[in-house]
C-alpha cells in the first residue's frame, strides 16, 4: 500500500507539471542490507499534453462562451491537473449546476485506436465536464392575516437567474407592512466584472412609512468566492431620506459594509447541512451615524423521517444614543416571529431563536412540522415626532404553532398558523406562501 501511494504521488506530480501519460513500472527488486527490499522502478513520462479544447455535455441552458469563461480557458494551454480541479469547484461554486463530474481527458487516439501514437512530440487533448442543471430562478410570495387586527401584509420576491445562458440575474422585491408603509428592492448582478474574477451586484430600494420618511438608496458590491460556498464581500452605498413635519428636512447619508457567507441550498428535498452570514456595516454622513451588526445561521438535521431546522440570528445597532425609525430593526412575519405581523415589533438589538421540527410526508419536499420561534430584543422608543427614537426596554416574545409545506404543480405551497406571546388559540396569525423555482 505505501509503495502504490508513492507510486501515485509521483504521478500526481508530473501530471501537475504537463504529464499526465506518465506510467511507472516495477521492473525488478533485489535484496539489500537490513533485511530490507529494494524495489527497482521504470518511469516513462510519455509526452507532454496540452488543452487544446475544452467540451461541456448534459446543459444546454447556459452558453459555451460563459462557461468557458468560468473555467478561465482562452486557449491552447499545458496540462496541470490542479488547475481543472480548480475549474470544477469555480462551476459548482456559480449555483448554476446541481452536479459537475470530475474533469476528463480525452486524447486523440493512434490510427490503432489504442490512444496517442508512441513517440509523439506533443499529445493534444480535450478537457470534458458533465453539468446537470438546476432551477436559478424563484417565486416567494408570503401573505400574513390577523383576524384580531383583520390586517394584511405579507411580500412578493421574484429572483431571475441566468438570464440568456449568461450568468446574469436580477430580483424584485415588494413588501407591505401595517398601515400605508412599504418596501421595494431591485437587483441586478453581474457573475464577471469585466475579465476580473469578482462579481458585482447593484441595488435600488425605495421605503416608505405612513406620512414620516421616504427613503431611497442605492449601492454596488464586489464578491469574491475562494472556494465553493463560500464568498466574501465589501459594498459601498449611498441613501437619501427626506423627513416630513414636525422634523422636516433630508438626510444624504453614505455606508460601507463587509460580508462573509457560507450558502447551501435550501432543505426542499430533505437536504443535511448549515449556512452563515456574517455583516458588519458602518453609515456615515448627516446625523446619526450608525454602525450595524448582523449574523444569520442555519442548520437543518435528520433524524429517520424526522427533520429539525434550526435558525439564529442576531442583530446590533450602535454608535448612536438615537436612531432613525429607517434604521431600526422590525422583527415579525413570516422571516422572523412567526404570529406577529410584518414590522410589529421594532428593536435596537435582538436575538432570535426560530425553529420547525416535523416528520416527512409521502411526497417529495412535503412534511409537517411543529414551530417555536423565541426573540430577546430591546425596543426602539420613539421620540414625539415618531422619527427619531432611543434604546427603550428589554422584551422577551415567543410564538408557537404548526405548519406544512406541500409540493403543487405551481410551487411548494407553505401554510403556518402561530400564536404570539400571550394570545388565545384563536388568536393567532395565518402564513400562506408560495415558492416556485424555474
Not at 103 to 113: D, I, N
Not at 129 to 140: M, P
Not at 420 to 433: D, E, I, K, Q, Y
Request: hydrophobic letters at 40%; one cysteine or more.
Amino acid at each position: 500500500a505505501a509503495v502504490g501511494a508513492t507510486i501515485e504521488q509521483v504521478r500526481g506530480g508530473l501530471g501537475e507539471v504537463g504529464f499526465p501519460l506518465a506510467q511507472i513500472e516495477l521492473e525488478g527488486f533485489r535484496q539489500a542490507p537490513q533485511d530490507c527490499l529494494l524495489l527497482e522502478l521504470g518511469l516513462r513520462r510519455g509526452p507532454p499534453v496540452r488543452v487544446a479544447g475544452v467540451r461541456f455535455t448534459g446543459d444546454a441552458r447556459t452558453r459555451r462562451s460563459h462557461l468557458l469563461r468560468l473555467v478561465g480557458w482562452e486557449g491552447d494551454e499545458p496540462y496541470r491537473a490542479s488547475r481543472w480541479q480548480a475549474a470544477r469547484e469555480h462551476l459548482l461554486a456559480t449555483g448554476l449546476f446541481a452536479s459537475v463530474s470530475e474533469p476528463r481527458l480525452l486524447l486523440p487516439e493512434s490510427p490503432a485506436g489504442d490512444g496517442p501514437e508512441e513517440g509523439a512530440n506533443v499529445a493534444p487533448a480535450t478537457v470534458q465536464f458533465d453539468l446537470q442543471g438546476q432551477a436559478v430562478s424563484h417565486f416567494e410570495g408570503v401573505l400574513g392575516y390577523s383576524g384580531e387586527r383583520a390586517t394584511l401584509a405579507g411580500f412578493l420576491d421574484l429572483a431571475l437567474g441566468n438570464l440568456f445562458g449568461t450568468g446574469r440575474a436580477m430580483r424584485l422585491f415588494w413588501q407591505r407592512y401595517e398601515r400605508e408603509s412599504s418596501r421595494f428592492e431591485f437587483a441586478w448582478h453581474e457573475p464577471y466584472l469585466w475579465r476580473l474574477p469578482v462579481e458585482l451586484d447593484l441595488e435600488l430600494s425605495h421605503e416608505t412609512e405612513d406620512t414620516l420618511y421616504a427613503r431611497t438608496r442605492y449601492g454596488a458590491a464586489l464578491r469574491w468566492r475562494p472556494v465553493r460556498r463560500w464568498s466574501a464581500a465589501v459594498s459601498a452605498s449611498r441613501d437619501r431620506t427626506v423627513l416630513s413635519a414636525p422634523v422636516s428636512g433630508r438626510l444624504r447619508r453614505a455606508g460601507v459594509a463587509f460580508e462573509i457567507a457560507r450558502q447551501v441550498p435550501q432543505p426542499e428535498q430533505w437536504r443535511v447541512g448549515w449556512s452563515v452570514r456574517l455583516q458588519f456595516e458602518r453609515i456615515t454622513g448627516s446625523a446619526p451615524r450608525v454602525r450595524r451588526f448582523d449574523l444569520e445561521a442555519r442548520e437543518w438535521r435528520r433524524f429517520g423521517s424526522w427533520g429539525l431546522w434550526v435558525e439564529q440570528r442576531l442583530g446590533l445597532l450602535g454608535g448612536e444614543k438615537r436612531f432613525l425609525r429607517s434604521d431600526i430593526y422590525r422583527i415579525g412575519g413570516s422571516r422572523a416571529t412567526r404570529g406577529y405581523y410584518d414590522g410589529e415589533l421594532r428593536a435596537v438589538r435582538y436575538l432570535l431563536q426560530r425553529a420547525e421540527l416535523g416528520p416527512r410526508l409521502g411526497m417529495p419536499g412535503a412534511r409537517l412540522y411543529l414551530l417555536a420561534d423565541v426573540c430577546w430584543l430591546e425596543e426602539w422608543s420613539a421620540a414625539v415626532d415618531g422619527i427619531y427614537g432611543a434604546a427603550g426596554e428589554a422584551r422577551l416574545v415567543w410564538s408557537y404553532g404548526a405548519g406544512l409545506r406541500m409540493p403543487s404543480r405551481a410551487g411548494a405551497i407553505r401554510l403556518d398558523y402561530a400564536v404570539p406571546r400571550g394570545g388565545s388559540l384563536g388568536a393567532g396569525r395565518l402564513h400562506f406562501g408560495l415558492e416556485s423555482r424555474f
